[in-house]
């Protein structure tokens, strides 16, 4: 009998393992990074004048880039500052969200500082 016992324990100690090791496997997964290039970062910025990107940078999930909109002698330079939402980087207001507790140090200096 205390075989028997021992057999069960063992066995619904061997099947707890396992669960918890496969639901804690599927539960830790890393966060989809963010992606880094110009054409991911300005791609939602309908406004950008081709081969206008004259700067970017992103860390964690914020972003800027400096950019050149219009043509002809409408052409001129702006900064956008950006959250990357879902799957894509959207523009979100530097009045709003330009606080240094809020962005990574680079991201706010090289988003909030400029024109």
């Known amino acids: 009998m205390t075989a028997l016992r021992w057999a069960c324990a063992l066995a619904t100690l061997t099947a707890l393992v396992l669960v918890s090791a496969r639901s804690s ?25 081709p081969g206008g990107v004259v700067a970017y940078g992103c860390e964690g999930a914020w972003a800027y880039a400096w950019v050149v909109v ?4 409408a052409r001129v330079g702006v900064t956008e500052l950006l959250a990357y ?6 523009p979100v207001s530097r ?4 606080r240094p507790a809020t962005l990574p140090a680079e991201i706010y200096h090289k988003a909030c500082f400029s024109n």
């Open 85 to 90: 939402e879902g799957s894509v980087w959207r």
């Open 95 to 98: 009045l709003q969200r330009c």
């Open 25 to 49: 496997a599927v539960g830790t997964r890393p966060p989809v990074a963010a992606p880094c290039s110009a054409s991911a970062v300005t791609g939602q910025l309908t406004h950008v004048a």
């Open 70 to 73: 219009g043509s002809g002698t």
